[in-house]
């Protein structure tokens, strides 16, 4: 099994829908998690840091559920610009190693 | 702020040819990381250094791949001999001290390898 594991979709929504991924991770140890964002043929982003109480930035929320191992992104009122791979990372403590899953494509169409 | 600076930008090369890569991390930060993107897929680390020491480098494959901070600043990542599964975006990034569970990574612009 994969430490880190994302669909890689692509999803496809039209403009103005709520789309939210799933990213789940095998280390009950991991301790931090985050949302980068990939623009094609770009570097990777911080989009955001993912809390323990869940958090939110505008449009995008972020949760996380540590008895089921998983962390999520939801993105509301999709807008074109948001057309991008969303990148799982995980922090384990010790090594602190971020590790990245191989990313979830979204496509948002007019 | 400057940001990560990778160069060269793009690269192709033969197999079984030699390849250096160079970066330079974000001043101030001690902890830089190598990372081989394959398309289509996550980045994945090949070595991780604090300062001028190894933290990890289990998954590079050291018979081919090499890598150095010699002073704890720039840092050049070299394939000798490449292969052609080799092909990737070579993506280095820094953060600040490795105790910073919270800390953001921050990539340069990657180097885009082509082996043929």
């Known amino acids: 099994r994969k430490e880190v594991e994302q669909d890689p979709g692509p999803f496809n929504v039209p403009e103005g829908a709520t789309v939210a991924f799933n990213c789940t991770y095998s280390n009950s140890a991991s301790q931090s998690f985050f949302w980068y964002r990939q623009d094609c043929r770009k570097e990777p982003k911080l989009l955001m840091s993912?809390?323990?109480s869940g958090n939110e930035d505008g449009r995008f929320t972020a949760q996380l559920n540590r008895a089921s191992q998983y962390i999520s992104l939801l993105i509301r009122d999709s807008k074109l610009s948001d057309s991008a791979t969303y990148l799982c990372v995980v922090k384990t403590g010790g090594s602190y190693i971020p590790t990245f899953g191989r990313g979830t494509s979204l496509i948002v169409h007019p | 702020e400057a940001g990560v600076a990778q160069s060269p930008r793009y690269k192709i090369i033969e197999k079984r040819q030699s390849v250096a890569f160079w970066c330079n991390p974000i001043s101030g930060h001690a902890t830089l990381y190598w990372y081989q993107q394959i398309l289509g897929q996550g980045p994945k680390l090949l070595i991780q250094f604090q300062n001028n020491g190894v933290v990890d480098d289990s998954q590079l494959p050291k018979d081919r791949f090499s890598a150095e901070r010699l002073k704890g600043v720039d840092s050049t990542l070299k394939i000798q001999p490449a292969k052609l599964e080799d092909s990737a975006v070579y993506l280095c990034?820094?953060?600040?001290?490795?105790?910073?569970?919270?800390?953001?990574?921050?990539f340069g612009q990657g180097t885009r390898l082509t082996v043929v």
């Open positions: 990034a820094s953060s600040l001290p490795l105790t910073g569970l919270n800390t953001e990574a921050f």
């Open positions: 993912v809390y323990s």
